[in-house]
């Protein structure tokens, strides 16, 4: 399945990373950028199927909300990527313990805050929208916070290597998977027992099962999401909420809401479809009022709506 986000090279990533960590330790954010543009230029042209996928987002999403002026030409296509590279440096500085918590706004701060006290874990949906590393700073609200965040490295693992060599903090753990099977399902329990919070993403095809997917509007037309979420949800029998985090002015502004009481799945298949479809639905839509709020920051660089 060659057009699935996980068999996508990311071609020249780890260099221009790198390049670009190096600028910033020596020469601080200002020359950062004056650097930015040639290395996102680079990519630009050389990754044809991901500045075509960026293109396609782009025009769905002009046709959806053209009052938003991105109407998915080659400026607004390098802009998303320009957005992309932003993001990327932002999570360099999280991880370096570099980042000014007084940027952060922070919606519903108290119920996440109660949570962490009554020692009340759970679900985080979330996607691949602005730039999650930030909740770090959520570490000084509270030492008790942990977020276990499962992520298949194999999409990621060049990126992981270059965070892995700055990572200062103990307060998130990558847990890799492309599934979540028996033994996974008993350590995310115990977890979410001992009050921590799970967290993954709802906006992408599962790797080892394309297949297990709903197909939901988003952006006025139909696209696949991921079954899994609302699996593992179900399994957990805990509280799941979403959590998006994402540039706005000179902040960040992180989005923490309850989304299911919990999630109660039916055995019979068509009528487990069905359900898995309801409890979805809400977050895509939540997904989709965020991304209006914050288009250049929804980082899904392959044909998301292709059916698998």
Same mark, same amino acid.
């Given at each position: 399945?060659?057009?699935h986000?996980?068999?996508?090279?990311?071609?020249?990533?780890?260099?221009?990373m790198?390049?670009?960590?190096?600028?910033?330790?020596?020469?601080?954010?200002?020359?950062?950028? $004056?650097?930015?543009?040639?290395?996102?230029?680079?990519?630009?042209?050389?990754?044809?199927r991901?500045?075509?996928?960026?293109?396609?987002?782009?025009?769905?999403?002009?046709?959806f909300?053209?009052?938003?002026?991105?109407?998915?030409?080659?400026?607004?296509?390098?802009?998303?990527?320009?957005?992309?590279?932003?993001?990327?440096?932002?999570k360099?500085?999280?991880?370096?313990g570099?980042?000014?918590?007084?940027?952060?706004?922070?919606?519903?701060?108290?119920?996440?805050?109660?949570?962490?006290?009554?020692?009340?874990?759970?679900?985080?949906?979330?996607?691949?929208?602005?730039?999650?590393?930030?909740?770090?700073?959520?570490?000084?609200?509270?030492?008790r916070?942990?977020?276990?965040?499962?992520?298949h490295?194999?999409?990621?693992?060049?990126?992981?290597? $270059?965070?892995?060599?700055?990572?200062r903090?103990h307060?998130?753990?990558?847990?890799?998977v492309?599934?979540?099977?028996?033994?996974?399902?008993?350590? %995310?329990?115990?977890?979410?027992?001992?009050?921590e919070?799970?967290?993954?993403?709802?906006?992408?095809?599962?790797?080892?099962?394309?297949?297990?997917?709903?197909?939901?509007p988003? $952006?006025?037309?139909?696209?696949?999401?991921?079954?899994?979420p609302?699996?593992?949800?179900?399994?957990?029998q805990?509280?799941?909420?979403?959590?998006?985090?994402?540039?706005?002015?000179?902040?960040?502004?992180?989005?923490?809401?309850? %989304?299911?009481?919990?999630?109660?799945?039916?055995?019979?298949?068509?009528?487990?479809?069905?359900?898995?479809?309801?409890?979805?639905?809400?977050?895509?839509?939540?997904?989709?009022?965020?991304?209006?709020?914050?288009?250049?920051?929804?980082f899904?660089?392959?044909?998301?709506?292709?059916?698998?």
């Amino acid at each position: 399945m060659s057009g699935h986000w996980a068999a996508m090279e990311e071609r020249g990533v780890l260099w221009g990373m790198r390049f670009l960590l190096g600028v910033y330790l020596l020469l601080g954010r200002p020359f950062f950028r $004056l650097f930015l543009y040639p290395v996102v230029g680079y990519y630009f042209v050389v990754n044809r199927r991901a500045r075509a996928a960026s293109r396609d987002y782009l025009r769905r999403l002009h046709r959806f909300a053209p009052q938003l002026g991105l109407d998915g030409g080659l400026w607004h296509s390098y802009r998303h990527f320009l957005s992309f590279a932003e993001c990327l440096l932002d999570k360099i500085v999280v991880w370096l313990g570099r980042f000014d918590t007084a940027a952060v706004a922070f919606h519903n701060r108290e119920l996440f805050l109660r949570l962490l006290d009554q020692g009340q874990g759970g679900l985080i949906v979330t996607a691949h929208l602005g730039n999650l590393e930030v909740c770090r700073a959520l570490a000084d609200f509270r030492r008790r916070l942990r977020l276990n965040i499962l992520v298949h490295t194999k999409h990621a693992e060049k990126f992981n290597r $270059l965070l892995g060599s700055v990572d200062r903090s103990h307060h998130m753990t990558l847990i890799q998977v492309t599934e979540i099977d028996p033994a996974t399902a008993i350590l %995310l329990q115990d977890k979410v027992r001992q009050g921590e919070f799970v967290v993954l993403v709802g906006d992408r095809v599962p790797v080892s099962s394309p297949q297990r997917v709903v197909q939901l509007p988003f $952006l006025g037309a139909p696209a696949p999401f991921p079954q899994g979420p609302w699996l593992l949800a179900h399994l957990l029998q805990c509280p799941v909420f979403t959590l998006f985090c994402y540039r706005r002015g000179d902040g960040y502004h992180i989005h923490f809401d309850p %989304l299911h009481e919990q999630v109660q799945l039916p055995q019979e298949r068509a009528e487990r479809l069905a359900s898995i479809r309801a409890y979805a639905r809400p977050f895509v839509e939540r997904l989709q009022r965020h991304c209006l709020q914050a288009p250049l920051q929804w980082f899904n660089f392959y044909p998301f709506w292709e059916a698998p």
